[in-house]
């Protein structure tokens, strides 16, 4: 598989991730990641970091497309990691979701932790809520783009990291991500031809160990932007 190159320099490698590749190996993965693709064209990224994450400074869930950055030594990937423990990045994703989102732009801030029900899955909580140890404060922030019979296309930002965060918050304001098998309702609708969850991370802005702050930018995929044109002439 060729990867799309956003932006290379001594430092880092931006890539355009596509969707249904795993970024990092963890637990049963058997697949060929991100990582492992990227060391097989750039074998000196095995000396960054610690193995099985390398370079990589953020994670992006398997069926989630757009820019992720790897780093290509090991201080720049302390330096830019930093930034993100520091909420010092700006994160703009592009969601579909289900139902019609009332407000036009909102704030979704919650506890957010591992789902008793299902390991697999995170959970939202209240502020309030005590009933859990381990839970991390979660944010994040929407507003609407454009509004379908069925579905509400949305731009998210998310103030914190947290696995799951965009997927688990949507869900629980009852809006859960078009084509979201894991977070969708059961009886949750999906636009033809949807092969996978539409949320694509479509902007990052972030400083570089240069000094230079840098805007990275992903189209949406042309399969994402079939189903918005099908759902538009509906």
């Given at each position: 598989m060729n990867l799309k190159i956003i932006f290379e320099d001594l430092d880092i490698l931006v890539v355009d991730k596509p969707a249904g590749i795993v970024v990092f190996p963890e637990g049963q993965t058997t697949e060929k990641t991100l990582i492992d693709l990227l060391i097989e064209q750039n074998s000196d990224l095995k000396n960054v970091g610690e193995a099985p994450r390398y370079g990589i400074v953020h994670r992006l869930d398997k069926d989630t497309s757009g820019v992720i950055l790897v780093a290509k030594s090991s201080e720049a990937l302390i330096f830019l990691q930093k930034q993100f423990?520091?909420?010092?990045?700006?994160?703009?994703?592009?969601?579909?979701?289900?139902?019609?989102?009332?407000?036009?732009?909102?704030?979704?801030?919650?506890?957010?932790?591992?789902?008793?029900?299902?390991?697999?899955?995170?959970?939202?909580?209240?502020?309030?809520?005590?009933?859990?140890?381990?839970?991390?404060?979660?944010?994040?922030?929407?507003?609407?783009?454009?509004?379908?019979?069925?579905?509400?296309?949305?731009?998210?930002?998310?103030?914190?990291?947290?696995?799951?965060?965009?997927?688990?918050?949507?869900?629980?304001?009852?809006?859960?991500?078009?084509g979201d098998k894991m977070y969708g309702f059961k009886d949750s609708p999906a636009p033809k031809g949807l092969e996978r969850q539409f949320l694509h991370a479509s902007y990052l802005k972030i400083m570089l160990p240069s000094g230079e702050v840098k805007e990275f930018e992903s189209e949406l995929p042309s399969e994402l932007k079939k189903v918005l044109e099908d759902l538009s002439t509906k």
């Open positions: 423990k520091n909420r010092e990045v700006d994160k703009i994703y592009i969601a579909l979701v289900t139902g019609a989102v009332k407000e036009e732009n909102g704030t979704t801030h919650t506890l957010i932790g591992r789902a008793k029900s299902d390991p697999r899955k995170q959970a939202a909580h209240s502020l309030e809520y005590t009933g859990k140890k381990d839970l991390r404060e979660a944010i994040t922030e929407y507003k609407v783009i454009q509004r379908f019979a069925d579905y509400t296309l949305l731009e998210v930002q998310i103030k914190t990291g947290r696995k799951h965060q965009i997927r688990c918050h949507l869900a629980y304001i009852h809006h859960p991500i078009a």
